[in-house]
């Protein structure tokens, strides 16, 4: 079945360095969502992309979409307290819009 | 959030017992999810519905059942809850906005198996 990593696992930053997490499937994606999950909270839509190529920014944070729909990244510049948490790909195939596939998550740790 | 409400919360059980975690939505969304969150593997789908009476399996679906017997009302069942079992479950629906399927997750129930 589909699968999709994520690397690294876990970071650990100072506030105010860069971040970045990967996504990797191990199939072409219809289109990929990213959630991000609070410690001890639940999962929270952040944004979803579709097209070939797409970047999207929401403030500090920078969504990619590979150019073969296979691979996603999420970069967070000048990381803040308020980063903290886990981040999730999602993907979904083409006729399964119903579904996501999440990935294995990265863990940030942000520390003043 | 979404209307989604999760219970219980918290369960401590035997093995070999059995256990129904219920989910409850209060705005008629058709789509409805349950997941198991376990380190290291993220977000695994356990079953979903896609109506009343209408379910499919995950790519977790073992030792897990569900029913859907109103479109408020997600349960799942673990007929004879194992160690394994052990993990954070999650369920969620999707809610279609501006061409996007967004999943809102409940707030989650944290099953230990003893």
């Known amino acids: 079945g589909q699968q999709v990593m994520q690397i690294p696992q876990y970071q650990h930053v100072q506030e105010g360095e860069d971040f970045t997490t990967y996504c990797n499937s191990s199939?072409?994606?219809?289109?990929i969502q990213w959630y991000k999950q609070r410690p001890g909270g639940h999962p929270v839509f952040l944004i979803q992309?579709?097209?070939?190529?797409e970047v999207k920014k929401q403030k500090r944070l920078t969504f990619q979409f590979g150019e073969a729909k296979k691979n996603s990244s999420l970069h967070i510049t000048a990381t803040q307290t308020t980063d903290v948490g886990t981040y999730f790909c999602?993907?979904?195939?083409?006729?399964?819009?119903?579904?996501?596939?999440f990935g294995t998550g990265t863990r940030l740790q942000v520390t003043l | 959030d979404a209307g989604i409400t999760q219970s219980p919360r918290h369960k401590v059980t035997e093995t070999g017992t059995p256990v129904t975690l219920r989910c409850h939505q209060t705005e008629n969304h058709r789509y409805m999810y349950w997941y198991r969150q376990d380190p290291g593997h993220g977000l695994r789908l356990i079953h979903y519905?896609?109506?009343?009476?209408?379910?499919d399996k995950g790519e977790v679906s073992d030792g897990y059942s569900v029913s859907r017997s109103k479109t408020e009302d997600f349960l799942l069942t673990l007929e004879s809850a194992t160690s394994s079992q052990t993990s954070v479950y999650f369920c969620a629906i999707s809610e279609r906005l501006a061409g996007v399927n967004i999943q809102y997750f409940g707030a989650g129930t944290r099953l230990s198996v003893l």
């Open positions: 992309l579709v097209k070939s190529g």
């Open positions: 519905s896609y109506g009343v009476k209408d379910t």
């Open positions: 199939t072409t994606l219809s289109n």
């Open positions: 999602a993907g979904t195939n083409t006729g399964t819009a119903s579904k996501l596939t």
